[in-house]
């Protein structure tokens, strides 16, 4: 695997880092209530020297004292090799498999029509709006954000004073990672997406941007097809692992 690609999983975990998270012998334990599994779930990113047995069982306390589901993401870069294999042995079923892609942005990109920045909170209450995001969900994600310590462009599209789309991008050295794409249910098929992330690629671009990056669910043929147009391809895969009725 090569190092732009973990390269682009240390972005990737700095731009969804909660308020709330611990380094446990080289595994880092995010502990943020809401929608993002990324900010809820256990990194395993460093090698580390505790058994294996005994990490795995401290995590079930810690996140059941919590009261969040103790569910583990897993990279090709997790430690150690075997996690996947011993968590699969534990009964804790694969779910959510997701696509890391990236884009170089070596000339300016045409700048999408229609998007507007917006304040956090609103933009927020916006993606709430759009997913039907419970007030926890809602709290979570607006903490994870508002405590977050890189530059951020938070757009949307709005139609009749209402957000009819959102996105975010987040940038860190020259890079950019795009979130929140989401489209209301009622306006899909009308390239509302399609202008969101060329506005957001745009913005980027002008802040010293000069690759892009962003995660898609793999079998979600539509986005990835998309994101292709603007030349997104795929550098790794990874997917979380949890316990019967724990995996959400």
Known sequence: ????????????????????QLLYDGWLLRLQPGKAKRARSVNAVYPSTIALADKIAYCERLYGTSGL????????FSEPSGLDAELERRGY???DYTAVESASLATAPAAGEGAQPMGLSQWVGAVGDLRGSSGEQRAGHYARLEACLL????LAIVEGGTPVATG?????DNCVGLFD???????????????????LLARAWQDGAR???????????PARELYKAFGFTEQYLYWYRGREGERR
């Open 1 to 20: 695997m090569s190092l732009e690609a973990r390269r682009l999983e240390e972005l990737s975990l700095n731009s969804s880092a909660p308020p709330g």
């Open 93 to 95: 079923g694969t779910f």
């Open 69 to 76: 589901p103790a569910i583990f993401r897993i990279t090709p």
């Open 211 to 221: 690759t892009a990056y962003l995660q898609v669910e793999r079998d979600n043929t």
């Open 181 to 199: 794409i989401v489209v209301h249910a009622s306006q899909r098929r009308r390239g509302l997406a399609r202008r969101l992330v060329a506005a």
């Open 168 to 172: 975010l991008a987040i940038l860190e």
């Open 151 to 154: 530059p951020m462009h938070p």
